[in-house]
């Protein structure tokens, strides 16, 4: 077995990390995301034309971006040089960039990898463009943060944004097969618990090493099981942080899977962010506006199960209202969808705006002085109470605008009654206008 504890670097007592000690040493050897370094991959493209630009590494924790990092680095005979934005401020960027200034100058570049570089600010983030504009550093940025929304345009245009991905069962059993070839020995597990520990690191390799460290340093006489395992080690808690990146992934699976009429999928999203720590209430906010926007008047119910279940987790608290939170959630996914009311609200919404500030049509504007009724406020307004049928026809939109048309229900759900109704006014129009 290779010697953790041996770093080349310092006295031999020294700990070194399982993750330290399987650093790849290639490109070839890292595990997964070959969309960036496999064939005709962008990576290796830009090392094979030998044109590597700045890039920025998108990816969920532990999944090989420092690593790739580091060999790009050695791929191209650059300095590496290692930065975390959590820990590094102004006069410490302005030591990395007069050092790579002067490297610069004896004939050698530098690859400078920010690791969490969306914590920057924005003015930080502009130090950096003088220096990738004039061949000072190249620059390598990791974050696990969406890069639209937390990097600015200006560094953006300058780097390409490239996507790491959580690593899959089959890369994580590829991992845990080479730390077992470092350690000399298999993991003591039997295959289901083996499984367990996979899905506990959850795609993050860094993790998995980390757990694999734990279980080889215990002292046992046969291969544990899955309830040995969990007495042993606690399942990792998942990734998710409530103002990033998983929090609106996760709410976007659930909204769509509602929309798509889907209970099962809703339920595995709705139990996903719960069991991350998300606020039911929220979550109950959320699944009425779903009710609101997707279902509407396809079902009128829809929106009032939502505040019930809402009202009951209020009341029970949790985990007991929870339930009510995933009935309300079964109950829009299978009702009928329609986004007719929404669609309409928004043209009208955006109709408003564009015809700004036309007068409603005199005939239905109240006239309680002598003068408004002299300048014809009221005047032949139709009461529609004493009409046939208890409807006039008369038109509300501004004069200059003309009827206009928002709302078309679907033939889902209750809105088919509805469009019977929309249809039976429009003849009645039609025959009063005639």
Partial sequence: MADLFDTGEGPKDTPRPLADALRPRKLSEVIGQAQVIGPDSPLTVMLAAGSLGSVIFWGPPGVGKTTIARLLADETDLHFVQISAIFTGVPELRKVF??????????????????????????????????????????????????????????????????????????????????????????????????????????????????????????????????????????????????????YNLISALHKSVRGSDPDAALYWFARMLDAGEDPRYLARRITRMAVEDIGLADPQAQAVCLQSWETFERLGSPEGELAI?????????????????????????????????????????????????????????????????????????????????????????????????????????????
């Fill in 98 to 247: 007069d050092a790579a200034k002067h490297r610069r100058k004896a004939g050698q570049g530098t690859l400078l990898f920010v690791d969490e570089i969306h914590r920057f600010n924005k003015a930080q983030q502009d130090g950096f463009l003088p220096h990738m504009e004039d061949g000072t550093i190249l620059l390598v940025g990791a974050t696990t943060e969406n890069p639209s929304f937390e990097l600015n345009a200006a560094l953006l245009s300058r780097a390409q944004v490239l996507v790491l991905e959580r690593l899959d069962a089959a890369d994580l059993e590829r991992l845990a097969q080479r730390a077992e070839t470092e350690f000399g020995r298999s993991l003591p597990l039997d295959d289901a618990a083996r499984a367990n520990l996979l899905e506990m690191a959850d795609g993050d390799g860094r993790a998995l090493l980390n757990l694999v460290e734990q279980v080889m340093a215990w002292n046992v006489s046969e291969p544990l099981d899955s309830s040995a395992l969990a007495q042993r080690l606690m399942r990792r808690a998942a990734q998710y942080d409530k103002s990033g990146d998983a929090h």
């Fill in 326 to 434: 995933a009935q309300a959630l079964v109950y829009i996914a299978l009702s009928p969808k329609s986004n007719a009311v929404y669609a309409a609200y928004k043209g009208a919404r955006a109709a408003a705006r564009t015809t700004g500030s036309l007068a409603p049509p005199k005939h239905i504007l109240n006239a309680p002085t002598k003068l408004m009724k002299e300048h014809g406020y009221g005047s032949g307004y139709a009461y529609d109470h004493d009409a046939e049928d208890g409807f006039s026809g008369q038109d509300y939109f501004p004069e200059s605008m003309g009827r206009t048309v928002f709302y078309v229900p679907v033939e889902r759900g209750f809105e088919r009654d509805l469009t019977k109704r929309l249809e039976y006014f429009a003849r009645l129009r039609t025959k009063r206008q005639s």
